[in-house]
């Protein structure tokens, strides 16, 4: 996503918004970062980052009231006179008459929170680097089994749905369903999420459509989630020779970050929700430091050597 409204940060974050008479509908915000304009105000605007949401907190605050009345405006109108996406008071501070009076001049939004500076600047930074993040929308199922997100793959009618279903009966969660949107947030982490109108929501070919949320409840879903570990269902071959040891890792790539990938394939009989959270459980454990596969190779060459 290139973009962000700052209505939906407003409605995210409860900001009050002390200048309606501004629309913030069309302001929208690109940067993942946010500022707090300290050296601004005390009259340093080289590599001053404008297009950032800025933040104001106690120090720029008291910093502004122990100027004089002249020297105020100067700073306000200085401050404002660049093309500043909005500004954000912390701990529920009140902006003195002639910040909110050059603001609206400038047409440029005041919002106002009860968090903390630190803690709310932590808070907007992650949010919107998630928001903003490169994203690629797939075909495929997420759920989060064993706190581990597995995406499941395949072609259409393959199992998907039917599979995420008896995990969810399992104990296990929902992010979603058909479509995955996946964004990267860190060249090592992918988030998954459901776009926001099939969430939550399960299609079962004859059924229809399944509210998961309703049916077994809100612990049966999850919004968000990392993806660590990709299993792609495919129709059983003959002719097709499958790893039986492990020996070797696959991975999937999805916006340049690789991902461990099991190749799964569909015979009449296989329960596919015990398979994936084995798979998931036993990604786990290799996490944790611990192989099956190495410490069958360790048995078999403890064997030799004995024999």
């Known amino acids: 996503m290139d973009n962000v409204e700052l209505l939906k940060i407003i409605e995210k974050f409860e900001l009050e918004n ?32 404008s297009e950032r949401i800025q933040v104001i907190g106690y120090v720029e605050y008291t910093y502004m009231q122990q100027l004089s ?3 105020r405006k100067h700073t306000y109108e200085a401050l404002l006179s660049y093309a500043i996406p909005c500004i954000i008071f912390c701990r529920d501070i009140e902006p003195d008459e002639d910040f909110i009076k050059i603001s609206k001049e400038h047409k440029i939004p005041v919002l106002r929170t009860k968090k903390t500076t630190s803690s709310f600047m932590a808070e907007i930074i992650r949010w919107l ?8 929308s797939i075909h495929g199922v997420l759920v989060d089994v064993c706190g581990e997100g597995v995406l499941i793959m395949g072609e259409s009618g393959i199992g ?31 988030i998954g999420s459901a776009p926001d109108i099939t969430k939550h929501l399960i299609e079962l070919r004859g059924i229809g459509i399944i509210d998961i949320k309703t049916i077994f409840g809100v612990q049966s ?35 340049g970050n690789k991902i461990v990938c099991h190749s799964i394939p569909i015979r009449p009989g296989r329960n596919l929700a015990i398979i994936c959270e084995t798979a998931a459980i036993n990604y786990r454990q290799k996490q944790m430091g611990y192989n099956a596969t190495e410490e069958l190779f360790r048995r078999v060459q403890k064997s030799l050597k004995t024999s």
């Open 18 to 49: 002390l200048l309606p008479e501004v629309d913030p509908t069309q302001i929208l915000i690109t940067q993942p970062d946010v500022n707090r304009p300290a050296l601004q105000l005390a009259g340093y605007y080289e590599h001053f980052d």
């Open 69 to 71: 009345e002249e020297e």
């Open 129 to 136: 680097n998630v928001q903003l993040a490169p994203m690629v």
């Open 160 to 190: 998907k749905s039917e599979a995420a279903l008896e995990l969810i009966k399992r104990g296990h969660r929902l992010v979603s369903d058909d479509v995955v949107e996946i964004r990267k947030v860190s060249d090592d982490t992918l």
């Open 221 to 255: 879903v999850k919004e968000t989630q990392s993806i660590d570990l990709v299993i792609k269902l495919e129709e059983w071959s003959r002719e097709k020779e499958y790893d039986r040891l492990g020996m070797e890792e696959d991975f999937a790539e999805f916006l």
